[in-house]
Structure formats: structure tokens, C-alpha cells
């Protein structure tokens, strides 16, 4: 049962635009959020995060929102740039049930067009 | 700034064989945690160590054993294994005690013939 789904394999967005992705998540217990960038042949790089007692997190051209009622989470990047191609993984924590570990979706592969 | 080392960065064995993973946590990181990274998968947790003591199991295989030794660094034993061992293996640390901010290695890809 994947707890954390991110239903878009891909998506395409011309350089320049905002890219859009989106996360939603079933389990209430999750409190804290993270979104990370993958290359291929590397290990996820940390890209920004929320906790559950906000719902809006900024840092440069990257945004988190986060929905509470609607378990949903999106990551906003403007503008889109040729390196932001890239793979992006959302992931949820249970800081509260003394769990360590992510739970991560399954990946949105983004890619930026010229 | 330095980040989580992994060795080796790729491994091949063969089914039945043995493996060991090592993971150099970014120093100062008190917690080091273990994923398994299948074929088109996300990351699935496997263990995580805090200050040298298990802190959290997740989906690792009975045939798989972890530690953190003193120096912070830790190994990821891998005994018995199958062909669907083979997988990317990432090492993150963090320092708990600030964020819950994980920062991942870049991984060991293992593959069993």
C-alpha cells in the first residue's frame, strides 16, 4: 500500500515556466515533508522541506505548499530551468512514532524543454 | 562541504555470496540511515542507527545485518544473497537532534548473477 503517491510518472514544462508536482499521502501520523532531486548514477539530493504545522515553505525559486485537510503536497519551481531535469521524490516522516525512516513516493521524472 | 561516502560504488557477486556496504556518515551527523533502491522503485527504508545503537528497522531482510562502529561510520552485511538483491543502496545520515533532514550518499549498486 503506497502510502505516499505521486501519480504523475512525468512532466514536461518549457524552460522558463513554473513546473508544478504534485504529492498526496494517506497516512495522518506523517508530519513532516521533504522533496528531493535525483540524478541518474546519484544519490537524492535534499531539496526542501515542511513540517506539518505550516503550510507554506520558500526558498529561492522553490516552494513547498502543503495541504493538511486534503493529505496533499506540491513543490513549485520558477522559473524551470534546463537543470532542474531531473527525477523528484516526495517523502513523508512520522516524527511523533519514533520511526526514522522516509517513505517516499515513486518519482516524478521532470523535464525541461527549451 | 562534505557529503556521505559510499563503498564500494558498484559490486558484483554472485547468488549465495556475501556482500558488505560502507557508508562514512557527513561528520558530526549522529544518525545514519539504509535504503534499498529497486529497479524503477522509490527508496524503501531498511535500518537506521543513532549513536552507534540501532534506532529503527524497517523492511531489511533477516539475512542482512547493520552496525555503526565508533568512528560514525557503518556496514550494511549482506549474506545468502538472491538475485533480488540487486538494487541501488543508499547510505544517509543526518543530525537528528536538528532536523529531520536526511542526506544521501550516492549509493552502491549491487548486482547478483
Known amino acids: 500500500d503506497q502510502q505516499v503517491k505521486q501519480n504523475s510518472p512525468s512532466l514536461s514544462v518549457q524552460e522558463g515556466r513554473i513546473s508544478i508536482l504534485n504529492c498526496d499521502y494517506t497516512?495522518?501520523?506523517?508530519?513532516?515533508f521533504l522533496w528531493y532531486k535525483k540524478y541518474p548514477a546519484e544519490g537524492p539530493t535534499f531539496l526542501i522541506s515542511?513540517?506539518?504545522?505550516?503550510d507554506k515553505n520558500e526558498d529561492g525559486r522553490f516552494t513547498v505548499f502543503l495541504n493538511k485537510s486534503a493529505k496533499h503536497l506540491s513543490l513549485h519551481i520558477v522559473p524551470s530551468q534546463p537543470g532542474d531535469s531531473a527525477v523528484y521524490f516526495c517523502?513523508?516522516?512520522?516524527?511523533?512514532?519514533?520511526?526514522?525512516?522516509?517513505?517516499f513516493g515513486k518519482g516524478t521524472h521532470l523535464i525541461i524543454q527549451p | 562541504a562534505a557529503g556521505v561516502i559510499q563503498s564500494p560504488r558498484h559490486l558484483i557477486k554472485e547468488k549465495r555470496e556475501t556482500a558488505t556496504l560502507k557508508c562514512y556518515p557527513i561528520?558530526?551527523?549522529?544518525?545514519v540511515y539504509w535504503y534499498q533502491q529497486g529497479p524503477g522503485q522509490d527508496p524503501q527504508f531498511l535500518i537506521s542507527?543513532?549513536?552507534?545503537?540501532?534506532?529503527d528497522k524497517g523492511s531489511i531482510p533477516d539475512r542482512f545485518s547493520a552496525q555503526q562502529f565508533s568512528d560514525y561510520h557503518s556496514e550494511l552485511n549482506m549474506s545468502s544473497l538472491e538475485l533480488g538483491d540487486s538494487a541501488l543502496y543508499f547510505c544517509?545520515?543526518?543530525?537528528?537532534?536538528?532536523?529531520?533532514?536526511?542526506?544521501f550518499g550516492p549509493g552502491t549498486r549491487l548486482t547478483v548473477t
Open positions: 544517509a545520515s543526518s543530525f537528528r537532534t536538528v532536523s529531520y533532514e536526511q542526506y
Open positions: 497516512n495522518s501520523m506523517f508530519d513532516y
Open positions: 515542511i513540517s506539518s504545522i505550516k
Open positions: 517523502a513523508a516522516r512520522d516524527s511523533g512514532g519514533g520511526a526514522d525512516g522516509l517513505t
Open positions: 561528520p558530526r551527523h549522529d544518525t
Open positions: 542507527f543513532y549513536e552507534k545503537m540501532q534506532s
